[in-house]
């Protein structure tokens, strides 16, 4: 073979250049799925890339939440004492009514005689401390504001005097998924928080008929019984939120009694129930849940209300707080010939423990919304596809905003502090629309972030499914100026 052919020096530089790109794209930063959690733009993987840092600045508020929870959501009661936040305490109110009218008992009234009646709620789930002792009292509403057509906001409920106590219970998250038997049943009871109401409303209700009492229709029964107001007591719970479903199988007033069956010769006894429930329309059951944030004396209060860019950034889940950000360095990309591979907001939980509250109040999902020009709040425009992409809900028998939690990069991961401490790391993505920036079809934009129970927009518009439950979970960010864990967005690019 001749060493020195021309084809042969040919193929000896093929194989030259090629070990030279070698290394040079092992000297250089390459995209790895694995490392930047995917959602990168087509074509990116293997690339040449470089990194630009730029830094944002965070202001921290009180959210103006003008949401109102559904008759089917779960409704929440409890308390908790937190010291990055304060104090969250949430109240219940609703209105168990007779399945028909007129109601009936089967026998006269002369031949009723009480055994007892019960409140019980069907259990869904606790935030907090689930072994903590939570006391609630339940009272009667006789306020006639309190209406089925109304929706309330988290900062509105009926009216209701201490003086109407129809009874308590103490309970924890453990007892009430742990169940426990009832003297009427041979099986063990599971998630249901069960309260037994005061004798003397038992026997009222016992005591109405169909002719002259409550049980003639649903006006009438309104008059005496507007529903009921489930409230904590602060000076005996733990910290823990319980939540329940209205509308679940397990929710109801249980109206034990016994009563006589005469016979031609002899008088026997029987033992039955009757019922009140809730009912999930716009016609009949009114329904409330007010949540009361108190900031004063927590860490965040002074951030929160100052108005102010912060070292720090606060997010509450619904009803909370939010962080408006602003990234001034992106007005630098504009007409740069860069293809932008991956675009992140990147932040990163500040531990503050004690590590006995930083294990029971979680971290939420976090949502980035943009704001227009107006002060709107939008979807990220050309992050739709993950952010708010309208899809038809047959359910709700309207749009709504179908978001995808894995590309928007809300939900948290974890990593491990200078401190040895395990905090959650946030990486929202914003590629389409720095890269948009980038190529001159759009402007910068201040973003939101916020933990919502569902994503609502000024264009009408929510999200189908929610983001968090109401009320679960909060975090403590490193913000803009933070001295060791800033938030930033990173941006992974290569020239064209």
């Known amino acids: 073979m001749n060493f020195f052919s021309s084809a042969y020096k040919r193929r000896n530089l093929y194989f030259v250049a090629a070990g030279l790109l070698m290394i040079v794209f092992s000297g250089c930063t390459k995209l790895e799925t694995t490392r930047l959690g995917g959602n990168l733009l087509p074509g990116s993987d293997g690339l040449i890339t470089d990194t630009i840092m730029l830094p944002v600045s965070t202001t921290s508020f009180i959210e103006t939440d003008t949401a109102y929870i559904a008759k089917s959501a779960d409704h929440l009661v409890g308390f ?128 109405q008929d169909n002719i002259t009492g409550a049980f003639q229709n649903d006006s009438i029964f309104k008059t005496y019984l507007n529903g009921l107001a489930l409230v904590p007591d602060s000076t005996q719970s733990g910290n823990a939120l319980h939540y329940f479903s209205l509308t679940g199988a397990d929710t109801k007033i249980n109206l034990y009694f016994r009563y006589k069956m005469r016979g031609v010769t002899t008088t026997t006894w029987d033992t039955t129930v009757r019922t009140l429930t809730f009912v999930n329309d716009t016609i009949r059951s009114a329904n409330a849940n007010k949540i009361y944030r ?44 860069y293809i932008i591979h991956r675009a992140e907001l990147v932040a990163r939980q500040i531990y503050q423990g004690p590590s006995a509250i930083e294990q029971i109040l979680y971290q939420p999902i976090l949502h980035l919304f943009s704001y227009d020009a107006d002060g709107n709040t939008r979807h990220i425009p050309y992050d739709s596809i993950g952010y708010a992409g309208l899809t038809y809900s047959s359910t709700l028998g309207t749009y709504v905003y179908d978001i995808n939690t894995s590309y928007t990069g809300g939900i948290p991961s974890y990593i491990t502090d200078g401190s040895g401490n395990t905090v959650a790391e946030y990486k929202l993505n914003i590629t389409r629309f720095v890269q948009n920036i980038v190529k001159g079809n759009a402007t910068n934009r201040d973003f939101k972030l916020s933990a919502p129970n569902y994503a609502t927009y000024s264009d009408g518009y929510q999200s189908g499914a929610a983001i968090n439950s109401l009320a679960y979970g909060r975090v403590q960010l490193g913000g803009g100026t933070h001295p060791t864990q800033r938030m930033y967005v990173r941006i992974y690019y290569s020239k064209e």
């Open 80 to 207: 908790i004492n937190d010291p990055i936040y304060g104090t969250t305490t949430a109240s219940m109110y609703f209105q168990m009514l007779p399945t028909l009218y007129p109601y009936s008992y089967p026998v006269s009234k002369d031949s009723l005689f009480l055994d007892s009646c019960v409140l019980s709620l069907a259990f869904s789930g606790s935030y907090g401390d689930t072994n903590a002792i939570s006391k609630v009292n339940l009272y009667k509403i006789t306020d006639p504001t309190f209406k089925s057509n109304v929706k309330y906001h988290f900062n509105q409920a009926a009216n209701f005097s201490t003086a109407d106590l129809l009874g308590s219970a103490s309970f924890s998250s453990h007892s009430v998924r742990t169940g426990y038997k009832a003297a009427y049943k041979t099986d063990t009871i599971y998630n249901q928080l069960r309260i037994r109401l005061d004798n003397t409303f038992s026997q009222w209700l016992l005591d």
């Open 294 to 337: 108190n900031y004063n004396g927590s860490l965040a209060k002074p951030t929160i209300t100052s108005g102010q860019p912060a070292p720090m950034a606060y997010v509450l889940t619904t009803p909370g707080t939010s962080v408006r950000i602003k990234i001034p360095g992106l007005d630098t990309m504009k007409n740069r010939p």
